[in-house]
């Protein structure tokens, strides 16, 4: 079945990097554009970053542009997002999504990042 599995996430100081993954398997990861999506304690969802399906266009969030890079390995059927120097803000469960016709159809679980000194 589609699935989609986030991981990488942690605890880590202010001004560190992270790098999540986002394994996918049951479709073929290399025609779907893929997002990523965070959700901040006691907030709504906020949009992070979008990649299309070859790799070849993205864009990003202000509050996280110039900040976070988002790539993918369409060999590898994953997604990745580089997270430099985090703040504090940056706090919170990371999901990716698959994007299918303007809609987000598939979502992992979500994986945690905290930033915090």
């Given amino acids: 079945q589609v699935q989609l599995v986030e991981s990488g996430g942690g605890l880590v100081q202010p001004g560190g990097s992270l790098r999540l993954s986002c394994a996918a398997s049951g479709f073929t990861f ?3 554009g893929m997002v990523w999506v965070r959700q901040a304690p006691g ?8 990649i299309n399906s070859s790799g070849g266009s993205t864009s990003y969030g202000d509050s996280v542009k110039g900040r976070f890079t988002i790539s993918r390995d369409n060999a590898k059927n994953t997604l990745y997002l580089q997270m430099n120097s985090l703040k504090p803000e940056d706090t919170a469960v990371y999901y990716c999504a698959r994007g299918n016709s303007g809609y987000l159809d598939c979502w992992g679980q979500g994986t945690q990042v905290t930033v915090s000194s």
């Avoid at 907030?43 to 979008?50: P, T």
């Fill in 30 to 32: 290399s025609t779907y």
């Fill in 43 to 50: 907030k709504g969802l906020e949009w992070v970053s979008v």
